[in-house]
């Protein structure tokens, strides 16, 4: 059997000519090798390669161009280690920035100790819900899905980590009216993408059309806002990831249907416009 950074540096030199990306070959190993983080296939180097085969298989999709949180369907986010495939979108950096945004700033506008009523609208695979319900355990948390695809691995990983959050087929918020539920919190991270020609090859031939790009004929930041008085309790904080250049349109959006409130536009670690904060008074 080959050694680990024999079979390391072939995949590199293999890779080269196709963008693979070497953390992305390093993480292909740790898995199946049973280490815990990549950075381990360094640490054990010169151990034997384990599953020299499947490693084979998955390498070629590597060169395909499929996102290795496909091959070995696992995905970061946070502290935890989410089930993903196709139907799902995965997760990125920049959502996990938004939890971070909401748990530094929600003492703004409420208690984050008290039992607040949260909607995670469009949960994919459920990443959003369930870091805030980790984070704040009182919360009363739900998430919803356009896409029973979607649902279905977002209550996978929902069980997984023992969580109590109901999952709602539906379209926007039409689940929550339809439970007539009052909300104090809405988050989501829907379609935003608009320059097609900009995104990543591996983005436009993997990850699910539905959660990719921004039709503004049939925006779920449009029915969000034009239902939002319909699941309104008292104050309602709405917060959305957001593409770059998105400003203009999401204020003609909020002038058109909200009264009496305040909003904030804030940038990711890029420097990028990429959140919106909503207070609905």
Known sequence: MPKIFEVYNKAIAEGKGHDVLSNDIRTLIAKDNGFKDPIDTLFYRDSEMKNENLFEEQFKRL????????????????????????????????TQELVAKISEQISKWYDPRNFLVC?????????????????????????????????????????????????????????????????????????????????????????????????????????????????????????FEIDDGLEDYLMDLMARYLRDYEFVFEKDLNGMTRFLFVNLK
């Open 63 to 94: 060169l395909r161009g499929e996102p290795v949180e496909y091959i070995i369907e696992e995905a970061a986010f946070l502290q935890f280690k989410l089930h993903v495939d196709p139907r799902v979108l995965i997760p990125r950096m920049e």
């Open 119 to 239: 909607a995670d609208v469009g949960t994919g695979s459920g990443a959003i819900a369930i870091a805030l319900k980790s984070m704040f355990p009182n919360w009363l948390v739900s998430a919803s899905d356009l896409s029973q695809d979607a649902l279905d691995v977002a209550r996978e990983n929902i069980k997984k980590y023992n969580l109590a959050i109901r999952a709602f087929q539906g379209d926007s918020l039409e689940p929550f009216i339809k439970e007539n539920m009052n909300l104090d919190i809405l988050v989501s991270n829907p379609p935003y993408i608009q320059d097609r020609s900009k995104t990543q090859d591996s983005v436009k031939n993997f990850e699910p059309a539905s959660a990719l790009w921004l039709d503004k004929n049939n925006s779920v930041y449009e029915k969000i806002f034009r239902d939002a008085y319909k699941v309104k309790r008292g104050e309602l904080l709405m917060c």
